[in-house]
């Protein structure tokens, strides 16, 4: 293993970014990036200072034939006795290209999902107001297959990536190792990405936040049934094109993120997600059977929906809790 190779384990070894190291380092994150592509070499004071922050030897980061000194990992106690899977650069982009097809697809599916009731929305407020000469029943029947066809087609989209995507899946759950010259091509893809990320996922917002003014318009002009239709479908179609820039950027960044385990797949927040996804599984079949339990038994079913916002919420707070707790865990087991 070359020296570029091992920087950039050591470094995610310690749950580090690029530029983080480059802080401790008092270098720049392009300078770590040239290192870790091997299209630069640090000096011998940078040696000496990682030597110090890995915990490793300079032998070892000087000489190609060592072998790494600590072989199993001890993030979040678990380690890994098994080496890790080698992720070549063919495997990187097949990944890359599989993710920003698989963007579109499932950006796609979910804009169809928002704007399926539109159809149904428009024909029966033109029914009631006399625009459109038909029944309110014909309306609806016409406006429910609609939707259903737009639901049915986003699921089959859905299960479709989904399978596709399945045999590369371990990239995002487990950890592996990258052979050389991986990760400087992700990183110099993910830079050149990073402008499209910031205002992708901007214009996404902004979108989301602008949807509600055709609403607010309507009511405000006491406008016809018809014309309130018409608003809340314009809405829902402005919403659509907001959420797909969202998932779609998204999907591409995180793709960046797997394979460089960064942000949310970094080796700790692997092992964390391996810990907490039983805790995910109970919490939301109890959920599930409190909601089920409680609607039956009062059969209140227009209250007991409050049960999924709040559930939501604290979701959120208790895995949160969990996260830390595991982490305080593998802390006090290190220290031992």
């Known amino acids: ?38 299209g630069a070499v640090p000096d011998l004071q940078r040696i000496l200072q990682m030597s110090e922050l890995f915990c490793v030897s300079t032998d070892y980061l000087l000489k190609d034939e060592m072998k790494a000194e600590n072989i199993t990992y001890h993030e979040s106690t678990e380690s890994y006795a098994e080496p890790l899977k080698k992720v070549t650069m063919e495997n990187a982009n097949e990944f890359l290209d599989m993710k920003r097809n698989g963007s579109k697809v499932v950006a796609n599916a979910t804009s169809m999902c928002i704007s399926s009731p539109i159809l149904l929305i428009v024909l029966v407020t033109m029914a009631e107001d006399g625009v459109f000469h038909v029944s309110e029943s014909l309306a609806t029947v016409f406006g429910c297959v609609f939707l259903l066809g737009m639901v049915a087609a986003a699921v089959f989209l859905f299960i479709t990536y989904g399978m596709s995507e399945s045999h590369m899946e371990h990239f995002e759950k487990e950890c592996f190792e990258t052979e050389y010259g991986v990760s400087g091509m992700v990183r110099e893809k993910k830079d050149s990405y990073e402008p499209i990320f910031i205002r992708g996922p901007a214009v996404g917002v902004v979108l989301c936040i602008l949807a509600v003014i055709p609403t607010i318009i309507a009511e405000s002009m006491e406008a016809s049934d018809y014309y309130c239709g018409l608003s809340v479908g314009l809405l829902l179609f402005i919403l659509a094109i907001g959420v797909n820039l969202l998932v779609r950027v998204g999907m591409v960044k995180s793709s960046y993120d797997t394979l460089l385990q960064e942000g949310e797949y970094t080796k700790e927040e692997k092992l964390f997600k391996k810990k907490t996804d039983t805790f995910s599984g109970v919490y939301w079949c109890l959920t599930t059977a409190i909601y089920l339990a409680w609607s039956f038994w009062t059969m209140s079913w227009d209250i007991t929906w409050i049960v999924w916002p709040v559930a939501g919420v604290l979701f959120v707070a208790l895995l949160g809790v969990v996260k830390m707790v595991l982490k305080n865990g593998s802390e006090t087991q290190h220290y031992i």
């Open 1 to 38: 293993m070359i020296l570029a190779d091992k920087i950039t384990e050591e470094r995610k070894k310690n749950g580090w970014s690029q530029e983080e190291l480059a802080n401790q380092l008092g270098v720049s994150r392009q300078a770590v990036s040239k290192w870790e592509s091997a």
